[in-house]
């Protein structure tokens, strides 16, 4: 498997909070998917609320 580091913004109430994540998966839209189910579950985000800016493959 493949280590994809993503870093963006994600909306938490009226702020924005920058984030970068390091995600293993076996592809990148993988990785992409698995960053989202993470983030909005721990942050009770939406996807319409997690922006991704960068991706990197380790």
Known sequence: MTE???SGKI???RK???FERTVE???EK???DN???QLGSEH???R???TVENVEEA
């Open 35 to 37: 960053l989202y189910s």
């Open 30 to 32: 993988q990785a992409e």
């Open 4 to 6: 994809y580091t993503f």
């Open 11 to 13: 909306r938490l109430g």
């Open 25 to 27: 998966a076996e592809s």
């Open 44 to 46: 009770s985000a939406p």
């Open 48 to 50: 319409g609320k997690i």
């Open 16 to 18: 924005e909070h920058p």
